[in-house]
Every structure is written in C-alpha cells, then in structure tokens.
C-alpha cells in the first residue's frame, strides 16, 4: 500500500542516507500514515481512511463529514 494521506496528500520525500564517511546512498522519508476507522453519520455507516497523523489532527478539528468532503473533492473514492 503507498504511503498517501488521503486527506492532506502527503507522500514520501526522498533524499540520501549519509555515513560517517561521507558516502551518500538514497532513502525514502515515509509520512506516519495511519488507518483509522470513523462512524459517518450522513450514510449510517463507518469509513476507514489512511491518513497521516497530520491529517488526523485535522479531522478532529473540521469533523469528519468535511473532512470526507475534503477527500472526495480531491477525487479519492472512500
């Protein structure tokens, strides 16, 4: 599964892994992409969403009907 938050979009940067020697090798920075399961009231049922702890934050302050709202505007099925 990628590592996309669905609400905020993150995804992973890249960039080198360094060592002591100095040799530079790449890396992946992974968002903390968590799955959550919410009760959405509009249509009775629960949605499960994978998001970073960014977006949890997120849905915590706008709601989850906006924050599905959100996603959906963005064109991610949920």
């Given at each position: 599964m990628s590592a996309h938050c669905m609400l905020t979009g993150a995804k992973p940067g890249f960039g080198n892994?360094?060592?002591h020697s100095h040799r530079?090798?790449?890396?992946?920075f992974d968002p903390n992409i968590q799955s959550r399961r919410y009760w959405l009231e509009s249509e009775n049922r629960h949605v499960r969403l994978r998001l970073s702890v960014r977006g949890i934050r997120t849905v915590d302050t706008i709601g989850v009907e906006a924050a599905v709202a959100?996603?959906?505007a963005r064109g991610v099925r949920v």
């Open positions: 892994r360094v060592s530079r090798t790449s890396r992946r959100r996603i959906r």
